[in-house]
């Protein structure tokens, strides 16, 4: 049986530098399974788009696409925005059946590479007069948002630094908010973790807003295009083709 393409879908960005890393981690995706047909779209601000993609698709002759959301956490575009554009090209195409994966979420293999990222800046760890900033991109849908805080507390209950979460857009608390309480539980000097793919004008903030309120703190480098990025990609994508061959 020839498998199904597989879209790797994320948002988008005005800045190019988030766009490149996608098509990179695109590029490690295929190394990693030769056999599949391995394809980038993004829902908003950088092209190819999601419908262009799925309907290029449709054109060479593909019934059966699956689709895996570059997403750390079902939020909006888990939740409404990727399955309204596939409502809509199924509306469009119904002759293409366009399986969505679950998120990348907080998998353990992500846990360990934004682990790896901040131990590469200098952090260490075990310092219990550290406080680590776990940053994010932040929604309006709480339980979203829990999923960073949770990460963020089996750290700290894993390591002997203080980790707090921070968010760079629609909730709080905000890097500042974040800095000032783990110094009020003791922290003497901070460090940033990243919980984002790729950079891009939210990492950058984040950025900013740590020299404003703790200069000189380390920052670590987003996800990026990482084999360990790549696997839980792979392992979304198995998920789903396996979900859709038992009620086929």
């Known amino acids: 049986m020839t498998s199904a393409p597989l879209v790797v879908v994320a948002h988008g960005s005005r800045d190019p530098r988030s766009a490149a890393t996608v098509r990179a981690l695109g590029d490690v995706v295929r190394a990693a399974a030769p056999d599949v047909d391995v394809r980038v779209a993004f829902l908003d601000l950088s092209e190819p788009s999601v419908p262009g993609v799925l309907t290029d698709l449709h054109s060479e002759g593909h019934r059966h696409v699956v689709a895996v959301p570059l997403l750390l956490g079902r ?15 199924a509306t469009r ?72 979460p921070a968010f760079a857009s629609a909730t709080k608390p905000d890097v500042p908010a974040a800095i000032a309480k783990l110094r009020a539980k003791g922290a003497g000097h901070f460090a940033v973790a990243s919980w984002f793919l790729a950079p891009g004008l939210l990492p950058d903030r984040i950025r900013d807003l740590t020299g404003q309120a703790a200069p ?13 990025v790549a696997d839980v990609v792979l392992d979304r994508y198995v998920a789903a083709l396996s979900a859709t061959i038992r009620s086929a």
């Open 216 to 228: 000189g703190s380390p920052i670590a480098a987003p996800l990026g295009a990482e084999a360990r």
């Open 75 to 89: 939020a909006y575009h888990a939740r409404v925005d990727l399955p309204g554009i596939v409502d809509e090209v």
């Open 93 to 164: 195409l119904p002759r293409l059946r366009v399986s969505v994966a679950d998120v990348l979420g907080a998998d353990p293999l992500l846990e360990a590479v934004a682990l790896d990222r901040l131990r590469a800046t200098g952090a260490d760890l075990a310092d219990h007069g550290l406080g680590v900033v776990l940053a994010a991109v932040g929604s309006s849908h709480a339980p979203a948002n829990a999923v960073v805080a949770r990460v963020a507390e089996r750290w700290q209950a894993r390591h002997g630094c203080l980790v707090t």
